[in-house]
C-alpha cells in the first residue's frame, strides 16, 4: 500500500520559512512525478509545485515562483518544498501527490497542474501563516 507522509507544517509569521517533506513509501511500481497541492477554508484544492522524478524538471504555481522550491531526493523517496517568504494567504493544508509511470501515459502528454494527473495522496499538513 503506497504511503505519502507530509510533515514540516506548522504555524509561522509572515515573511518566514519552513520546509515541507512527503515521505513515499510502500511502492511496487515506478514513480514519475510528485506534486504539492494546497487547499484553504472554503477553497478548492490549487496546484503549487510539481518536479518529475526523472530529469528533475519542475513547475510552479505563479503565486509562489520565486518563493518556493521544490526539490526530490530519489535516495530518500522524498520530495521537499521549501516556502520561504510567506504570506497569510499561503495559509492552507498542504497536500502531496503522486503520479506513476504508466507505458499507457508514456504517449500522453502530463499537465502538472491538474489534480487528476496525480494517483496517490497523502493526508496534508497545516501551514498557518500569521500576520
Known amino acids: 500500500q503506497v504511503q505519502l507522509v507530509e510533515s514540516g507544517g506548522g504555524l509561522v509569521q509572515a515573511g518566514g520559512s519552513l520546509r515541507l517533506s512527503c515521505a513515499a513509501s510502500?511502492?511496487?511500481?515506478?514513480?514519475?512525478?510528485m506534486g504539492w497541492f494546497r487547499q484553504a477554508p472554503g477553497k478548492e484544492r490549487e496546484f503549487v509545485a510539481a518536479i518529475r522524478w526523472s530529469g528533475g524538471s519542475q513547475s510552479y504555481a505563479d503565486s509562489v515562483k520565486g518563493r518556493f522550491t521544490i526539490s526530490r531526493d530519489n535516495a530518500k523517496n522524498t520530495v521537499y518544498l521549501q516556502m520561504t517568504s510567506l504570506k497569510p494567504e499561503d495559509t492552507a493544508v498542504y497536500y502531496c501527490?503522486?503520479?506513476?509511470?504508466?507505458?499507457?501515459?508514456?504517449?500522453?502528454?502530463?499537465?502538472?497542474?491538474?489534480?487528476?494527473?496525480?494517483?496517490?495522496w497523502g493526508q496534508g499538513t497545516q501551514v498557518t501563516v500569521s500576520s
Open positions: 510502500g511502492r511496487t511500481f515506478t514513480s514519475y512525478a
Open positions: 501527490a503522486e503520479r506513476i509511470d504508466l507505458i499507457s501515459r508514456r504517449s500522453t502528454s502530463y499537465y502538472p497542474g491538474r489534480r487528476y494527473e496525480y494517483d496517490y
